[in-house]
Nanobody, 124 residues
Framework: QVQLVESGGGSVQAGGSLRLSCAAS????????MGWFRQAPGKEREGVAS???????SYVDSVKGRFTISKDNTKNILYLQMNSLKPEDTAMYYC??????????????????RGQGTQVTVSS
């Protein structure tokens, strides 16, 4: 059974940093495409970043240069390093993964597995 468990969310002031972690069980992080998406109250889900099994990454324009997606194959953890946070980054952040080979670059939020989410709140 695949489980994705996020951690690392919290409250931070604008300009601050957070690192989200996604611990995977029943799944290998370098198996297929993985990513992060977010959803704020009253807003649509938004793909934030994706990473392929070959470590090719992609980002939504609004986070380019501020967020970095990475994975530790030894620890089987997916990360999202978030710097220079802005109030508009406030959302529930979800870790997600594919169950089969699919195009990964530019992936938004269409994944086969997802975690329960971790809240990120950025105050001005």
């Amino acid at each position: 059974q695949v489980q994705l468990v996020e951690s690392g969310g919290g409250s931070v002031q604008a300009g601050g940093s957070l690192r989200l972690s996604c611990a995977a069980s029943g799944y290998t992080v370098n198996r297929y495409c993985m990513g992060w998406f977010r959803q704020a109250p009253g807003k649509e889900r938004e793909g934030v970043a994706s990473i392929s099994r070959y470590d090719t990454t992609s980002y939504v324009d609004s986070v380019k240069g501020r967020f970095t997606i990475s994975k530790d194959n030894t620890k089987n953890i997916l990360y999202l390093q978030m710097n220079s946070l802005k109030p508009e980054d406030t959302a529930m952040y979800y870790c997600a993964a594919d169950s089969r080979p699919q195009v990964c670059y530019g992936r938004k939020y269409e994944y086969d597995y997802r975690g329960q989410g971790t809240q990120v709140t950025v105050s001005s």
